[in-house]
Each structure stands twice: as structure tokens, then as C-alpha cells.
């Protein structure tokens, strides 16, 4: 009698890229599956048998392996459910050589071997793997191909003053896919480059502009996903600054071209803050700047006007008599401000007293780090959000990214979308890194109680050790804003608990 062969348990694994047509009673993956069967059934003599279970990914991308149906099937495979995966076409397990590869090491490590419909190779033996390698570097070659294809055409069309993708920035709207001004954005973002005009300060600039409760660009997808309308950072406003958008032109990598919207800022504004962002990343910011020693220059702020306090001077013969003055009250007139003006080296003096007096003061050394914990935490929840909402969003673009890349040929929509979502991934990648050394940061800057009291006391000391750019460096690490009462005549500092450690660290430079 003959011997019955061996039964082999076949899996059928079906893959399109796009969700379009899918929802025909017989689609493109009801095509695959049927031509999975028939050859299965061709191979009845040698005890092959279809498994029941349906392995069908519509609708996803073969340049990655974070499909639903494929992790199924891998799943099953280490369950020894499967022995050998069957597809209509190699590309349909995968379009990327190293993805294919781990795939590969999964079906050898169970011993399942693969079978493509129309490409007669099975990896049972050592040709059968050639061809496959062969033809799955075609595979990612024509991936690759059409990438560079849509690349190009992205740059044709920016190179003609197209906006081609993108999410559109604070003060335009995408209409018809071109770039039309917003004027109440618009109005914002002129605002936006007068305030870093006249603070010279991304912080400070970002400190006014969450004061006042205005956002990045909101918008609202097709889908019905919000994008944007996040607090500012120094991060997204030196990107908002730098942008040449809003003098009417388009970037593409490191050329600019001269766009079909219309300009929001002027040239000569925009030149002067691309001037003052260029000195200030080279030489360390405002406090440099700082000619005449101003500890209290962005931080000293009228209570009564709600409004900052500008260092300003006058002179008597040799003599230089230093003041601030209510930036409310220079503008609309002294009578408008019930004390405008207050003595600088008085209330300066005043601001590191309170400093020397906390380290010998217990029960303010155990406010401080009471402070300091209640900062860290608040801080680390904040990032740990941001954190996981752009980690979303990246997963997502990828994921999309990734279809639309694999589809062949993109019309201009499409080619928009994709150039909108290579800049948003890699802004994302860019804020994620910066996350993590905030979050690190933060862990570093927590101290113990006794840590904290020494650091303290040492202030007195270290202040008279300090040049003027060195003092001038403390107060702004330390001191998060003075609010001086003219009409009550009362000064109230808060304190920055979380940069004792720079402070700690400022001592060690100057030994």
C-alpha cells in the first residue's frame, strides 16, 4: 500500500495597498485568495490543505510589517498552526528587502516555507530562495524609484512658487491648495514678530504669547482629527520666526523660491529678526547685550498695569542714574501708572537679598523644595503627554506615509499630502529628541533638602565672586518674574526652584 503524504497546513495571506475598490462583493484581495486556492488544490497529491482562516490586510502598505492580518499570521506560525504561507505575488508579503528578511527568519525558525502564485519558486530549496531574493529586491527598487519620482515632482512644483504640502502656518489658510492670508492670523503674527523685536528673548516672547492664551495653527483634517493649536515653545516659534513663507516665498530643502501667496511680513522686519535670532544663537541671547548690568531687564513687571518694566537710564554730568520704568506708563503717560517708575539698584538689591535669605531660612529652604517637586511633576506630565500625543501622530504619519509611497503613480493631492507629511514626521522626530532631554533635565534638576540649603547659602558668597554677566546669568536662571506694587509698595519675586542645580553648577565654573 502507498503511503498517505504528509498533510502541509496552508495559509493564504492577501495584501492591497489601498482601500479603494474594497468594497466591490469581489475585490482585488477576493482575486488573490481565489488564485491561493486553486493552486493549493493543484498541490492536493502532495497532502496540501487551505486553512479556513482569512489572512487579508486591505488597505495597508507593504514598505513596513505593522499590519493587523500579517501579525495574525506570524502569530500563528509560532503557535505551529501554519507550514507553509501562500501569496499571489512575493511583493504582497513585502516591498522592503529587510522587513522580508525578519519575515524570512520567522518562517525558517518554524520550518514554514513560502510560495508565491505567479512567480513558480517555492523556498523549500535553495533556488526557490534565490529567485525569491532577487525578485523582492525589484520589489523595493520600484518602491524606491517612486519615491524619488514623487520627490521630484515636489520639487518642480515648489521651484514654480506652488504650496505643495504641508500643514498651513499661523496667519494663511489652504484654499484650492493655494495659500490665502488670514487677516486675524496675519494680525497675530505681525504682533508675534514685534514682540521678539522688542524682547530680543524667544522665552520671554513665548511667555507673553501663553499669557495671553494664543496657540499654534488649528485646523481640523478630513477625518475629523485635530492638528495644531498647541501652546508655543521656543522650538515652534523659531520656526514660525524663520519661516520665509510670510515674506511671499517657498523653502525646499536649502533653496528658496519666490511663492504665488502674498507676504504678511515685511522684508525689512523679517531680515532684522533673522539678524537678531542669528546673533543671539551665536553669542547666548539678550543678556549679553546687556551694557549696563540690568539684573531685573524681562523679569521686573507692573502689577498695577499688568505690564512689563523697561530698563532705562539718565545722566548728570558723570553720573549714570539707572531706573525702570512702566512700559504702560512711557507709552500713554505717567499719570496713567500709579508708580512709574522705581530706582533700579534699589529693588535689584532688594531681589538678591531675598535670594541670600532663603538658605538660612528652614522653613523657606522646605517651601523651595516643596516647589520644586510640585515643577518637576507638573513638568514631566506635561512632556509625558506631548510625548505620547505626537508618538500617535508620528505612528500615524508613518503609517500613512507609507501607503501613500507604495500606491505607483500620486496625482497632485496625493503629492501634497505626501510632501505634508514628510516635513510633519520630521518635525516630530526633531521634538520628540528634545522632549527627552527636557524630561532628563528636569530629573537632574531635583535636589534633596540639605543639597538645596547648601546651595543657598553659597549664594552669598558666589555673588560677590560674580562678574556683571555672571550675576546677570544667576538672576535670570533663578528669578522667574518680580512683581512690584507701586501703590501698595510691595515687591513679590518668584523663584525658578528648578535651576538651583544651574545655579549650584554657575558656582563650580567661577571657583
Not at 537678531?276 to 549696563?292: C, F, K
Request: with cysteine.
Amino acid at each position: 500500500m502507498s503511503q498517505q503524504p504528509k498533510s502541509v497546513r496552508c495559509a493564504i495571506y492577501t495584501r492591497k495597498s489601498t482601500e479603494e475598490g474594497l468594497e466591490q462583493e469581489f475585490n482585488s484581495l477576493d482575486a488573490q485568495r481565489e488564485s491561493g486556492e486553486a493552486y493549493i488544490k493543484s498541490q492536493q497529491h502532495e497532502g496540501w490543505e487551505c486553512l479556513p482562516e482569512l489572512y487579508d490586510d486591505g488597505g495597508f502598505t507593504g514598505g513596513n510589517i505593522e499590519r493587523p492580518a500579517l501579525r495574525r499570521l506570524l502569530k500563528d506560525i509560532e503557535d505551529g498552526k501554519v507550514d507553509c504561507v501562500v501569496v499571489y505575488k512575493v511583493d504582497r508579503l513585502s516591498r522592503s528587502l529587510l522587513d522580508f528578511s525578519k519575515i524570512m527568519g520567522v518562517f525558517e525558525a518554524h520550518r514554514v516555507s513560502f510560495v508565491s502564485v505567479t512567480q513558480a519558486f517555492n523556498t523549500a530549496n535553495s533556488m526557490g530562495r534565490l529567485m525569491l531574493n532577487v525578485l523582492l529586491s525589484f520589489a523595493q527598487f520600484e518602491r524606491e524609484l517612486i519615491s524619488e519620482r514623487t520627490r521630484d515632482k515636489i520639487t518642480a512644483a515648489r521651484r514654480r512658487g506652488k504650496w505643495c504640502g504641508r500643514s498651513p502656518i499661523l496667519g494663511y489658510d489652504v484654499v484650492d491648495k493655494k495659500l490665502l492670508v488670514n487677516e486675524a492670523e496675519a494680525k497675530r503674527v505681525r504682533q508675534i514678530f514685534k514682540m521678539y523685536l522688542k524682547h530680543e528673548s524667544l522665552l520671554a516672547v513665548v511667555q507673553e504669547l501663553n499669557r495671553r492664551g494664543w496657540t499654534t495653527k488649528h485646523r481640523t483634517t478630513r477625518k475629523g482629527t485635530t492638528i495644531g493649536g498647541v501652546p508655543f515653545t521656543k522650538t515652534n516659534l523659531n520656526h514660525l520666526l524663520k519661516s520665509v513663507t510670510y515674506i511671499g516665498k517657498i523653502r525646499h530643502k536649502t533653496e528658496v523660491y519666490k511663492g504665488e501667496h502674498d507676504a504678511i511680513i515685511s522684508r525689512e522686519t523679517f531680515q532684522e529678526v533673522q539678524t537678531l535670532l542669528t546673533r543671539n544663537g551665536r553669542q547666548g541671547g539678550r543678556e549679553v547685550r546687556n551694557r549696563y548690568g540690568a539684573l531685573l531687564r524681562g523679569l521686573l513687571r507692573c502689577t498695577a498695569c499688568d505690564c512689563a518694566m523697561i530698563h532705562s537710564y539718565t545722566t548728570k554730568g558723570n553720573r549714570r542714574y539707572r531706573y525702570y520704568v512702566c512700559s504702560n506708563a512711557q507709552k500713554r503717560g505717567w499719570d496713567t501708572c500709579p508708580a512709574p517708575s522705581v530706582p533700579a539698584g534699589e529693588i535689584e538689591r532688594f531681589v538678591v537679598d531675598q535670594i541670600k535669605t532663603i538658605g538660612g531660612d528652614q522653613d523657606l529652604v522646605r517651601a523651595t523644595v516643596s516647589e520644586m517637586h510640585q515643577q518637576v511633576a507638573t513638568g514631566k506630565k506635561t512632556l509625558a503627554q506631548e510625548q505620547t500625543r505626537l508618538g500617535r501622530q508620528l505612528q500615524s504619519d508613518e503609517a500613512e506615509l507609507g501607503k501613500l509611497t507604495s500606491r505607483g503613480k500620486l496625482n497632485e493631492d496625493a503629492t501634497c499630502r505626501l510632501a505634508d507629511l514628510e516635513d510633519r514626521v520630521r518635525t516630530t522626530k526633531l521634538r520628540l529628541g528634545e522632549i527627552a532631554v527636557e524630561m532628563a533635565a528636569l530629573e537632574d534638576s531635583v535636589m534633596p533638602a540639605d543639597e538645596v540649603a547648601n546651595s543657598l547659602a553659597a549664594f552669598d558668597p558666589l555673588w560677590e565672586s560674580l562678574s556683571p554677566r555672571e550675576r546677570t546669568r544667576a538672576i535670570q536662571l533663578f528669578v522667574e518674574r518680580v512683581d512690584f506694587d507701586g501703590d501698595g509698595g510691595s515687591v513679590s519675586v518668584t523663584f525658578h526652584p528648578t535651576n538651583i542645580r544651574a545655579l549650584e553648577n554657575l558656582a563650580e565654573v567661577t571657583a
